[in-house]
């Protein structure tokens, strides 16, 4: 579901709802807010920067209402994915944040024994690489600061228009917010912002969408009664495939280290134990995980019973175009060359791949 938000996202596809809140309703309500702040640093930071305001203010507000149980605090997930949905991202910091590549021109430029490079130098030649292999991994971390500030300087006197101050004021405040993020992601996102900034890459408007609370009603939970049963549940809840443009090969993925037929259809119950929501309704009418023979043990049959009528889910005995919703084969038809071909547009670093990765 993570990686299907992130692709849909990137694709402009309004799918990205369905599963941010295939995440939020499932009981992952932290880990959805937790991705999204990593899905923003990653691909839309450097175009979007007023965007963190909004975001934080949004978090804040949901957090609140979490704490209150007043307001409507679901359709501030939508708020957030379908203002991230109208906006332009690029692959600077995720290719840049990709260890391989980091390695490969570190390793270059040991071979054709360069000169070391200062971190001035670095930033004057737009050496975007090796500046994320500094900040990353090499600066000293009780050096960071003294490194950022270096580098405002740096772009101060490129006629770029930084208030000091308040920048280091904004950067400490993220790190006391989002919690996922590191102050070393931080930095380098502003360092590509302010490249960015000075490359005059088109930035995302300060536009933001309303979310009228009818329109998340479509992704609310289903439950059974007495005009659906709970066999009829799965057709109309799975809206989109878990893969529907092939990004999944690119990715390691729990399911390769299992029988996803055989998961899916025998224990399907043990599998969906592992979310909260799930976990809740098994405990609900007095279940126990085995994790031995991966099923659920009931208590007594009329608790079995009454899971069954409300749960009965019956996955194995759905149409095909319903299974494959969700345990499609995985198609190996991508590489991350074609990846970053497909999604390069308004972005400044150049990745080197071998064999397709970076």
């Known amino acids: 579901m993570k990686i299907s938000l992130l692709t849909s996202l990137i694709d402009k596809n309004e799918g990205c709802i369905f599963w941010a809140y295939e995440l939020y309703y499932s009981g992952f309500e932290n880990e959805l807010f937790d991705l999204l702040w990593k899905i923003y640093f990653n691909f839309y930071y450097t175009l979007n ?38 906006r332009p991202y690029n692959l600077d910091m995720f290719m840049l944040k990709q260890q391989h590549g980091l390695i490969h021109i570190a390793k270059k430029e040991k071979e054709e024994k360069e000169e070391n490079c200062d971190l001035q130098t670095m930033l004057n030649m737009k050496k975007y690489a090796h500046i994320a292999e500094y900040i990353l991994h090499q600066c000293d971390a009780d050096d960071l600061y003294d490194a950022f500030d270096d580098i405002l300087v740096h772009f101060i006197g490129k006629n770029i228009p930084l208030d000091k101050d308040k920048i280091i004021k904004q950067l400490k405040i993220s790190v006391d917010f989002v919690d996922n993020i590191s102050i070393r992601v931080l930095i380098l996102s502003n360092v590509m912002l302010y490249y960015s900034i000075q490359s005059k890459l088109t930035m995302g408007k300060k536009l933001y969408i309303i979310v009228d609370p009818n329109d998340i009603i479509v992704y609310e939970t289903i439950v059974a009664d007495k005009t659906v049963t709970a066999r009829n549940i799965l057709p ?59 099923k659920i043990d009931f208590i007594d049959d009329d608790n079995l019973e009454a899971f ?26 991508r590489t991350w060359q074609s990846f970053y071909e497909t999604h390069k547009k308004n972005g400044l670093y150049i990745p080197t791949f071998s064999n397709g990765t970076p």
Request: charged fraction near 30%; include cysteine; hydrophobic fraction near 30%.
């Open 308 to 333: 069954y009528d409300e749960f009965g889910y019956d996955p194995g005995e759905q149409k095909c175009e319903t299974q494959n919703k969700c345990i499609k084969d995985i198609k190996n038809v």
């Open 236 to 294: 109309i809840v799975c809206l989109y495939e878990i893969d529907e443009n092939n990004y999944l090969s690119l990715f390691q993925l729990e399911r390769d280290e299992t029988n996803i037929q055989e998961s899916y259809y025998n224990h399907w119950e043990y599998y969906a134990s592992f979310s909260p929501i799930w976990l809740d309704r098994i405990q609900k009418y007095n279940g126990n995980i085995n994790h031995t023979s991966k």
């Open 49 to 86: 920067p007023s965007f963190q305001q909004y975001f934080i203010k949004k978090h804040k507000e949901w957090k609140k209402m979490c704490e209150s149980g007043a307001g409507d605090k679901d359709r501030i997930v939508s708020n957030i994915v379908n203002n991230l949905l109208i």
